[in-house]
């Protein structure tokens, strides 16, 4: 039947991503997540099948399609594998497109296909030790050297540090022009000087390999630069805007298994001679579950729909990852509470929701990021008539 909010179209790209997730991506996807297996085949599958690049032009590889479509596939994508979610997401809306965006048309001709296709998956490396939240406090260097720059410094937390092919690194030409200093290169993983943490250990997302990225001067030619000297803190707030739709969508897939899983077991589970659905402690959690599901598709779908209008709407983009990801974590918990104690059991598959959650209320800033984002629109522009 299709979600009301969606038009044909809309729900035709969404039946056809979760019909293929449903296929390839869900079957092995707890395997993946116990044995941190990064998900390379899942994105070969998803290049092969047009559904990487989905914004680009065609020319250039990709499939002309709207950013509302690209964000229905992270909601398919995460409803089955979080991991492959996030992956995907920073593989289209932080790396492509900031090609697309920002690249000139020999960039985009050099490198959008292959990540169209799924032949080089990119990453973005902004995140340093310390500056996090602050992204304008890296101190990553760009020297001039002779035909580009030297890059010098270490990236962390970057997720596919070590398995993506292209990395976004973000890195200042001049610290005292604080970030007016920061510009973007290209480099690729094979770069002479380019190396790898091991994976880090962490609590969700586990086929997600996230490590530090390390630059021991690092050869980028001036061809490699994405825009000008000093376009990179705008341009990489620009990306985040969208990368935060996507982690709003990965948060709504994750609502949906969990309110998926909760009504089949509510059915199924029987206490006091009854299914444990016929109680009313039961029944009200699943009612807020659906109602705040519903509530985080309109807003993501609402800030999709805005996405070209870029930073004027950063607000709105901020409001659907901070209630997306919130409610995200709360109903991976109400899942594992309808579940009982089969809940808290790996085996039965809703612990991982919980896990997965979490990081998305950390990632493409935090909830007291977004929080702070909405609060400094509403108090300089505060106007009764349009809240
Ligand atoms: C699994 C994973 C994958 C990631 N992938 C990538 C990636 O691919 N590329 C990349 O560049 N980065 C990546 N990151 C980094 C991520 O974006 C940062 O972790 C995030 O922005 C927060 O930065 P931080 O961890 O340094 O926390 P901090 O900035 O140190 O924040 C610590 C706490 O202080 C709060 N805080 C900070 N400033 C304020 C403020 N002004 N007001 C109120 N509270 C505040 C924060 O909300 C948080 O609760 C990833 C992180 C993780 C964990």
Redesign the pocket.
Known sequence: MGLSILNADENAIRDAARALVRREVAPHAAHDDAHEIYPRRNMELLGQQGYLGMIVDPAFGGAGASYLAQTLVVEALAEADPATA?VYE?HNS?HIEAIWRFGTDEQRRRWLPDLCQGKAIG?????????????AALIARARRVNGGYGLTGR???????GEADRYLV?ATVNPDLKEGGITAFVVAKDAAGLSFGPP?D?M??RA?R?SEVILDNVFVPESDRLGQEGDGYSM?LYLLDGGRIGIAAQGLGIMQAALSRSLHYARERHQFGRPIGTFEGVQWRLANMATDLHAARLMTYEAARHREEGPAQRPLFAMAKLFSSEHAVRHAEDAIQIFGGYGYMTEFGVERLLRDAK?TE????????M??IIASQLLHDYDLDNI
């Open positions: 996030v920073v932080l990453a973005f490396a902004l995140s340093e030790a310390e500056a996090g939240s602050n992204a990236k962390m937390f970057i997720t596919g540090g973000f880090m962490k969700g997302i997600a996230t990489a990081i950390i990632y493409e800033g935090t909830s007291e990021i929080r702070w």
